[in-house]
């Protein structure tokens, strides 16, 4: 399970803002592509999210968390969320939670039990 | 289909390298998710069920190929009331088309909704509120959970005791138990119109169970001699329920029910025929008795004959050839020899289940088969019992059905649920047992099998006559794999395509078989979605207030290190936001189970040193999985799969 590549830190990023909506259509789409009408390219979304973001669209981070190997933890949420700010810190934190959680548990079945470093062994 | 028995190669290919270190495991889990959402779901004939809302991928085109567990539900819930008979055969009537031409299928979820909100057991309670479906119930969320669904309510119909009498029901209720009441009434008992015409059992209803205990002598409350007035405080006992509920219990009280001074006699059903080439009449039945008759030393002498037929006794009260030809045929409809009405009426289908079952009991005694006698319990039962069951002269038109005899041929057709498992293991003992015949191929086994194609004769037996069934064997508490495994040899004619006439066995065979694989995958593909979600950056959709809108859905996407981006847009409702948090909290609650299944599988899978084709792939995985249920749901202590792996 080499492909887990980076456990040092986690971090979570919850942005807000306007895009244009990308939609592709199955017709033009390879018939190995299971993938139905109308799905949203969530790849150039993410891409755009991460930095190449063009210039129409306005992005804002709500909230970002860093948690450090050995725990140590960073906290960023914006002043001003505005009507649902509430809502959007609660899902920031709920999604940090999960986060955690779920590499805390998918490691410890992979690494120990699936792969082949055991403790000791290498 | 060679293709396809690469494509489980493949599988197992991908499986083995994602264990494997610096092996490329991202892109092998990319290509499993293919082969699971695509292949799988293709191959076995049901969409992958979306665990989480917005982003699920394949729904797929093939989706007609559901229709045969629409047609399971539409007569569970026929029998069951919850549409009408009018409904009914406008489905039947339209049934190849109703995908397409889904108006047909309104009635049927209106009555899937029905029952769904008078379902009080605890998988379907759990279901709905895993997987809200909100105000409105739709023909996507039910499809979704067909085959849970269809498995739930055939309880209500099953005559093979895994109906649990209720903790509290009350008379005139209506419930699934009031329905499924009314329905057994029917069947057993239909001596008049006003029970036929009764959606739910109520207390207009009592002086039949009052009849009915009077002939078989069923332990019901109230007694047989209650009092007008007495009625209203009438109830229905759990000994009357659990006897109405199984099958062998009622022909249990049959035996004992005849009047005492013709107890313990031989019983038979006989009746005259006329057959021709196409054209078969059966002349009115009766129920005949006379002292068991000696058996010679070489136990070869007939048990029933022209002479005894003639002489025996006529039991006069002629509800007891009624329920006694019911019982029959509802013991044969329950070991897949019959697929007719089980109405009273002894016509050619119930003529020809009698001499099918007689047959093919015999044939396995002539050729040596020994399996009959490991069961303790049918020590008695010979080669002899089978010879002497069914006495018949074709050229006379004359048949004698001994129905002991006949009911313990048919017995060795049901497992009791000491001897059956629920996990599994007697469907992959059938199919390995098929994989060692030298005709048999996997990819033989696929075809016959996923294309259900040559099973369609059984299902048009319905719209023929509304009231015929086909028997969708249930496994709760018994299981009918003794009987699939003494008719091995038809269903490997069947599977090479040397028979073509589809029994009823085959039909249950092939049924079981597609059931189990469904659950497995089912469970399997869920699981294959959280990896997809936690591994693989699929986003968490969450479902938008107004779909049609062109605007973006709140959504996280999880990486492969586990770093996680939200994105909310701006327009996002307070509503839209709890919607997805509510979403990531029932993934965050089941995620560990899930990815313990599939990790689980897709070990257990590379381990595999013969793969096999898609019928036994989907067999083995479904047995891993159930093999380890009841575990899986514990929370702590954590599972061991090293464990299991040594026993895959």
């Given at each position: 399970m080499s492909f887990i590549k980076d456990l040092v830190t986690l971090d979570v990023v919850t942005v807000t803002g306007s895009m244009k909506v990308k939609v592709t259509d199955k017709e033009h789409r390879s018939t190995h592509d299971v993938k139905p009408k109308s799905v949203i390219d969530f790849d150039e979304l993410f891409t755009r999210i991460e930095g190449e973001v063009d210039g129409k669209a306005k992005l804002s981070i709500v909230a970002a968390t860093r948690i450090n190997i050995d725990k140590d933890t960073y906290n960023f949420v914006a002043n001003d969320l505005g009507e649902v700010g509430k809502e959007l810190a609660e899902l920031h934190f709920k999604s940090v939670d999960m986060a955690s959680k779920a590499r805390a548990e998918i490691v410890a079945r992979l690494l120990p039990k699936f792969g082949r470093k055991e403790p000791g062994n290498s | 289909m060679s293709e396809d028995l690469s494509k489980v190669s493949k599988f197992k290919q991908h499986c083995d390298q994602i264990f494997q270190e610096d092996a490329g495991g991202k892109s092998s889990l990319e290509e499993l998710e293919r082969l699971v959402e695509r292949d799988m779901a293709n191959t076995y004939r049901i969409p992958v069920s979306p665990i989480l809302p917005g982003n699920s991928s394949i729904i797929s085109d093939k989706q007609n190929q559901l229709r045969g567990l629409w047609h399971q539900l539409t007569q569970h819930l026929v029998d069951l009331r919850y549409i009408s008979e009018q409904e009914f055969l406008a489905y039947q009537g339209h049934k190849k088309q109703i995908l397409e031409q889904r108006e047909f299928l309104i009635p049927v979820i209106k009555g899937v909704d029905k029952y769904l909100r008078q379902e009080t057991a605890a998988d379907i309670r759990e279901l709905l509120n895993s997987y809200d479906p909100g105000p409105f119930l739709t023909q996507f969320w039910v499809e979704q959970h067909l085959a849970s669904i269809a498995e739930a309510i055939a309880k209500y119909t099953s005559f093979d005791g895994s109906l649990a009498p209720p903790d509290d029901y009350e008379i005139g209720e209506d419930s699934c138990y009031g329905r499924s009441l009314a329905f057994r009434m029917r069947v057993i008992f239909a001596m008049d119109e006003a029970l036929d015409d009764a959606d739910i059992f109520d207390r207009s209803m009592i002086k039949y169970t009052i009849s009915l205990d009077n002939i078989l002598k069923l332990g019901s409350n109230p007694a047989p001699n209650i009092e007008a007035d007495e009625l209203k405080e009438a109830t229905i006992s759990s000994e009357f329920w659990a006897q109405v509920c199984d099958l062998d219990e009622l022909f249990e009280a049959f035996f004992s029910a005849v009047p005492e001074t013709i107890q313990d006699k031989a019983y038979a059903i006989t009746y005259k025929f006329q057959k021709n080439e196409d054209q078969f009449t059966a002349l009115d039945y009766e129920l005949v008795y006379m002292d068991r008759p000696a058996v010679n030393n070489s136990g070869n002498s007939p048990k029933w004959t022209i002479g005894r037929i003639n002489r025996a006794e006529r039991l006069k009260a002629g509800i007891y050839a009624n329920i006694a030809c019911r019982l029959l045929q509802l013991k044969l409809w329950q070991t897949s020899f019959y697929l007719g009405a089980i109405d009273g009426d002894w016509g050619k289908m119930s003529h020809e289940a009698v001499l099918d079952a007689y047959n093919l009991e015999l044939s396995l005694w002539e050729k040596g088969d020994k399996a009959h006698v490991r069961k303790k319990k049918f020590q008695k039962y010979s080669k002899r019992t089978v010879k002497r069951s069914v006495f018949h002269k074709d050229k006379k038109g004359i048949i004698a059905i001994d129905l002991e005899d006949m009911h313990q041929i048919l017995q060795n057709y049901v497992s009791t649920v000491e001897e059956s498992s629920a996990a599994g293991e007697n469907e992959a003992a059938i199919i390995e047992e098929l994989r060692t015949k030298a005709q048999v191929s996997d990819e033989k086994i696929d075809r016959a099998i996923l294309t259900e194609k040559s099973l369609n004769k059984c299902y048009d037996a319905a719209s023929g006559s509304p009231k015929r069934r086909v028997s969708y064997v249930s496994m709760k508490n018994k299981s009918f794999f003794n009987g699939l495994i003494r008719g091995i040899g038809k269903i490997v004619s069947w599977i090479i395509g040397a028979f073509k006439k589809v029994l009823g066995l085959i039909f249950s065979f092939a049924k079981a078989i597609i059931d189990r694989i469904r659950k497995g995958f089912q469970l399997f593909a869920k699981g294959f979605r959280y990896l997809s979600h936690l591994l693989l950056g699929r986003p968490i959709v969450a479902p938008k207030?107004?779909?049609?809108?062109?605007t973006l859905p709140v959504f996280t996407r999880f990486q492969l290190d586990f770093d996680a981006i939200n994105f909310v847009p701006q327009s996002a409702s307070t509503a839209e936001i709890k919607a997805h948090m509510a979403a990531l909290d029932m993934m965050r609650k089941s995620m560990i189970f899930f990815i313990d299944v599939v990790l689980f599988v897709i070990k257990a899978i590379s381990r595999l040193m013969k793969p096999g084709g898609w019928v036994s792939l989907g067999i083995m995985i479904f047995r891993w999985l159930f093999r380890r249920m009841g575990e899986l749901f514990r929370e702590e202590p954590q599972h061991e799969w090293s464990d299991d792996l040594e026993m895959a």
């Open positions: - | 207030a107004n779909p049609q809108e062109n």
